[in-house]
């Protein structure tokens, strides 16, 4: 076997290897999808593109192994397809996140999220009545409110340490009505009409005691799910930018030695036991 062929069939263990953590990344985001993001469908295209690149990588180390060309053309051209995918993946990941973050408030620690700071695709796909009806039921199902409680010495803990608190998004937007609305505390997820005072947001009118609805009618929860699905996609997306860059490294490295392999194999007719015909031109894919 030649050095190229060597260089080859170990760069391809290597793309073996960086597939693990794209899969690893959608199957990461389809636990999510379970529990807290509640959108199903996003993580799909990660592990489509993971387990693509799992069992090209096998295919391109076989053909390296057993010096086989059509197989080695074959993982060029579709490692070529993978890498736009991935390209296209983390654009798209960017442009439907890219708008909108938590909002501070006064004497409070945790954020709070707003349905309008977002635009887009997304925001218009979150918000829709039919599909939101199903996020919300799996936010409900997830049991994510239920889980913020917490008590100290049998009671629920006090309104001063629940300020002090850092919620994720959906705990801010879905379990607990908006702060400006003035509720007083119950506990985290039973919260009284204050005296008067409540502001224009239509979510103060959409806060429920009754535990199954609370505020997920509300706009900020659908804000909570944006905020929280950007935070996990930012997260997915930095893993993939890495992968990318070193599987364009390996792309360009391996397509090197795969045409300087094919280039011994035209000037050395003698060289190995492969009789390789003259052929007309050198440009091989
Ligand atoms: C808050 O109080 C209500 C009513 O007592 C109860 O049903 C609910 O489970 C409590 N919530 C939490 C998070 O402890």
Not at 143 to 156: F, L, N, Q, W
Request: charged residues 20%.
């Amino acid at each position: 076997m030649r050095t190229s062929n060597h260089l080859i069939g170990f760069l391809n263990f290597l793309t073996f290897l960086l597939s693990i953590p794209i899969l690893g990344g959608g199957i990461w985001l389809s636990t999510r999808a379970n529990n807290t993001d509640c959108l199903k469908f996003l993580q799909w295209p990660l592990i489509v593109i993971g387990v693509s690149l799992m069992t090209i990588s096998l295919a391109g180390f076989a053909g390296a192994c057993y010096r086989n060309t059509v197989l080695m053309r074959l993982y060029l051209f579709v490692m070529f397809f993978i890498i736009a995918a991935l390209i296209g993946f983390i654009i798209f990941a960017y442009a439907v996140t890219d708008k909108g973050s938590g909002h501070q408030v006064p004497n409070r620690v945790y954020s709070e999220y707003y349905l309008q700071e977002y635009s887009g695709w997304l925001k218009d796909r979150v918000a829709d009545e039919s599909y939101w009806s199903k996020i919300s039921s799996c936010i409900r199902d997830s049991k994510a409110c239920g889980k913020m409680g917490r008590t100290v010495g049998g009671v629920p803990e006090t309104a001063d340490m629940f300020y002090l608190r850092k919620l994720n998004p959906i705990e801010s937007g879905c379990c607990k009505p908006p702060t400006e609305c003035g509720y007083v505390y119950v506990n985290e997820t039973f919260w009284n009409p204050g005296g008067g005072l409540v502001g224009s947001n239509l979510d103060c009118s959409k806060w429920s005691n009754e535990q199954d609805q609370l505020c997920y009618s509300c706009d900020s929860c659908k804000a909570g799910v944006l905020a929280s699905l950007k935070k996990s996609w930012r997260k997915v997306s930095v893993i993939n930018i890495v992968v990318l860059i070193i599987l364009v490294i390996f792309y360009v490295v391996g397509y090197a030695a795969f045409r300087n392999n094919r280039r011994m194999d035209n000037d050395e007719p003698f060289g190995e036991a492969r009789m390789t015909k003259a052929r007309p031109s050198r440009i091989q894919l």
